[in-house]
């Protein structure tokens, strides 16, 4: 079975005060970790952690702009 997880990627979450948090490629799909918190769990696409770090914001918050590092 063959993955399309680039494992070693990061990419930093900011929202209107800053950094929010970050994904992380890791073997299993993509982790996610709130800043301050730690991990919020692992997804299999990088899309579905992006709405999954969204997810963990506070209500109201807009969409974070992802930045690949």
Known sequence: MSSNVVI?????????AGAV???HSVEDGYEVRML????????PSLDVAKSALHAH????????????H
């Open 57 to 68: 914001l506070l209500p109201g918050s807009g969409w974070p702009e992802f930045r690949e």
């Open 8 to 16: 070693g990627k990061t990419w930093v979450a900011f929202g209107e």
């Open 36 to 43: 301050g918190s730690g991990s919020a769990g692992t997804y």
């Open 21 to 23: 948090g970050s994904i």
